[in-house]
């Protein structure tokens, strides 16, 4: 243990002169350190050893030299270390387009630590470039990349998690040159003035010059989160900012008030510093998400990344798929044999997936409570193999932020979400901007989680000028849940019995074909159902005992039913969708 201390100043100190900053702090108040180093080099270590003892102490460091006993950006002197901060978010995995790090710091849970990597002494601006881009290319902490960070160095105590502070790896191999980082793309972000109190604009005049929900509203105005749960919500709002468009003077000045209200940096000197950062984070991933980049043919053949598809040619692994169709017809049962036959790697309707990933489901039912859904999986268990392990299901409405909390706990491939209508709420927002947030949400769940996501509508009601909506344009709502998404299959209900067809596919050809649902409200392709059972008998129609016999117009038989029987293509008149 005493070892570790002595290899992390060594990593980021050995060579280098300067003023090292290493405060403490205790539940009142921050307590300022300075030591010149090398000569102060044992009384640094003194002092951190000390206080790591201290029960009321956290012990900090920041991993640079000062050129005079002052920590702020224009003191800075030099670093030979580069970093980012994971507050558990996510397991960290380093792709090897950039070097494994020379250090990691665990600071709390295995997920919550410092990396480190030792480089050839840089400047600051050099530092805050690295630091920014691997934050950026490693989905890291969005405010650990400032040159004037703090952070905790082992052998000391995690007070807030109570938990120690270790050197979890440590793996000299020598100083990185900063080509060694080309791997982690350069940021096109426009350069932010510094943001100081004098210049935050008023919230309440930003919020109304804005069209945005009342979620989004009530978020920057009145939610309160609590550890653990602060820093998350601080970068989720200035996300949510970034994609409404707001500036970057805007974003900050929002978190300004959220801050004052959460206290995550409240009282802090570097507490604007730490909010721009976050503001930055925020608007880097949009204007990177939004930014149209310029292929040759070449560049696109010579891609090695690939689509990997959860159905063939409807759904990728990040892709948006509608499911929709005039209200009975049996959606949300289709659905729930979907998530379980994804869960247990079985075809669906006859389509398969490509690779060999796992899928794991979480089926947001905002319309049926459990005794509903209980009805269907006792019909449907019937045709299960084994119970579903890999399926997380909810019967209650909640706001966008707490679906998101589940999809960012429960990590699922795909999320289904029953229904688009319920996602959107029922509050005064107009439905345009209702349309818009909802579709912004996904498209960030989509690509903040690396999953897909299923929206569960309805059509428009039929006219006497359009007697079967079952088109794109057919869609209840806004021209936007069409346009944002990938796939949009459609039901559609006639004499002939249940047709889905896509009546959208971006990356495929359209499909239509008749389907069939059995006593187990279990669905089959019609064809296959046919190709597999035994030529049927003529039956006696002259016998009517357990048995009903419907005749059209002409006196050709459409359906025959058993006693007890639940019909198969039918409206749900005969149980819940």
């Given at each position: 243990m005493e070892n570790e201390l002595e290899q992390y100043l060594?990593?980021?100190?050995?060579?280098?002169?300067?003023?090292?900053?290493?405060?403490?702090?205790?539940?009142?108040?921050?307590?300022?350190?300075?030591?010149?180093?090398?000569?102060?080099?044992?009384?640094l270590k003194d002092w951190?050893?000390?206080?790591?003892?201290?029960?009321?102490?956290?012990?900090?460091?920041?991993?640079?030299v000062y050129s005079s006993p002052h920590a702020v950006k224009e003191t800075f002197k030099a670093s030979q270390v580069v970093w980012v901060e994971f507050?558990?978010?996510?397991?960290?995995?380093?792709?090897?387009?950039?070097?494994?790090?020379?250090?990691?710091?665990?600071?709390?849970?295995?997920?919550?630590?410092?990396?480190?990597?030792?480089?050839?002494?840089?400047n600051s601006n050099t530092l805050e470039d690295i630091n920014r881009r691997l934050t950026f290319y490693l989905q890291a902490d969005q405010s650990g990349w400032d040159?004037?960070?703090?952070?905790?160095?082992?052998?000391?105590?995690?007070?807030?998690?109570?938990?120690?502070?270790?050197?979890?790896?440590?793996?000299?191999?020598?100083k990185f040159s900063t080509?060694?980082?080309?791997?982690?793309?350069?940021?096109?972000?426009?350069?932010?003035?510094?943001?100081?109190?004098?210049?935050?604009?008023?919230?309440?005049?930003?919020?109304?010059?804005?069209?945005?929900?009342?979620?989004?509203?009530?978020?920057?105005?009145?939610?309160?989160?609590?550890?653990?749960?602060?820093?998350?919500?601080?970068?989720?709002?200035?996300?949510?900012?970034?994609?409404?468009?707001?500036?970057?003077?805007?974003?900050v000045s929002c978190l300004y008030e959220i801050d004052s209200r959460i206290k995550k940096f409240t009282g802090r000197t570097d507490q604007l510093v730490r909010l721009s950062q976050i503001a930055d984070y925020a608007l880097a991933k949009y204007l990177a998400a939004e930014q149209i980049t310029v292929y040759t043919p070449n560049q696109i053949l010579e891609h090695t990344e690939e689509l990997e598809w959860i159905l063939l040619g409807l759904l990728h692994t990040t892709g948006q798929m509608i499911v929709s169709s005039a209200p009975g017809v049996g959606k949300t049962q289709l659905m729930?044999?979907?998530?379980?036959?994804l869960q247990a790697d079985q075809l669906f309707l006859g389509i398969g997936s490509s690779g060999s990933m796992k899928h794991s489901i979480l089926f947001m039912s905002l319309e049926m409570d459990i005794r509903t859904l209980r009805y269907i999986f006792v019909h449907q268990k019937n045709e299960?193999?084994?119970?579903?392990?890999?399926?997380?299901?909810?019967?209650?409405?909640?706001?966008?932020?707490?679906?998101?909390?589940?999809?960012?706990?429960?990590?699922?491939?795909?999320?289904?979400?029953?229904?688009?209508?319920?996602?959107?709420?029922?509050?005064?927002?107009?439905?345009?901007?209702?349309?818009?947030?909802?579709?912004?949400?996904?498209?960030?769940?989509?690509?903040?989680?690396?999953?897909?996501?299923?929206?569960i509508?309805?059509?428009?009601?039929?006219?006497?000028?359009?007697?079967?909506?079952?088109?794109?344009?057919?869609?209840?709502?806004?021209?936007?849940?069409?346009?944002?998404?990938?796939?949009?299959?459609?039901?559609?209900?006639?004499?002939r019995g249940l047709e889905l067809s896509t009546v959208k596919t971006r990356f495929g050809p359209k499909q239509e074909f008749l389907i069939v649902r059995n006593q187990n409200l279990w669905y089959k392709r019609k064809d296959e159902v046919v190709s597999n059972e035994p030529k049927p008998v003529q039956p006696d129609t002259t016998r009517t005992t357990g048995f009903t016999v419907s005749f059209d117009r002409h006196g050709d038989k459409l359906h025959g039913q058993a006693a007890g029987e639940i019909p198969t293509g039918t409206s749900d008149n005969d149980g819940p969708e």
């Open positions: 060594e990593m980021v100190f050995d060579g280098l002169e300067g003023y090292i900053y290493s405060p403490i702090k205790t539940p009142d108040r921050w307590e300022q350190r300075f030591f010149e180093f090398p000569r102060e080099e044992v009384q951190i050893r000390a206080n790591a003892l201290n029960p009321d102490a956290d012990v900090y460091i920041s991993p640079v507050d558990g978010d996510r397991y960290i995995e380093f792709p090897s387009s950039i070097p494994t790090p020379t250090a990691i710091v665990q600071t709390s849970l295995e997920t919550h630590c410092h990396c480190y990597w030792q480089v050839e002494q840089i040159c004037t960070q703090l952070l905790r160095p082992p052998t000391t105590f995690n007070r807030k998690r109570d938990r120690p502070v270790l050197l979890a790896s440590y793996s000299p191999v020598g080509p060694n980082f080309d791997g982690a793309p350069k940021i096109d972000l426009p350069r932010q003035e510094a943001v100081v109190q004098e210049n935050l604009l008023p919230v309440k005049e930003v919020l109304q010059g804005k069209e945005l929900s009342s979620i989004i509203i009530k978020q920057v105005r009145l939610e309160t989160p609590v550890e653990p749960n602060r820093s998350s919500f601080l970068a989720k709002m200035a996300n949510e900012l970034a994609e409404e468009e707001f500036t970057h003077l805007e974003i729930l044999q979907l998530s379980y036959q299960w193999l084994s119970p579903p392990e890999r399926m997380s299901i909810i019967d209650e409405q909640g706001s966008l932020q707490k679906y998101e909390k589940l999809v960012e706990t429960l990590h699922p491939t795909v999320v289904v979400i029953d229904s688009l209508t319920e996602l959107l709420g029922d509050d005064d927002t107009d439905q345009t901007t209702k349309a818009r947030a909802a579709m912004k949400w996904c498209r960030r769940v989509r690509r903040q989680y690396q999953c897909a996501i299923i929206l509508h309805h059509n428009r009601k039929a006219t006497e000028g359009n007697k079967k909506p079952k088109s794109l344009s057919d869609l209840a709502g806004s021209f936007m849940f069409g346009k944002d998404t990938d796939t949009v299959v459609q039901l559609w209900e006639d004499h």
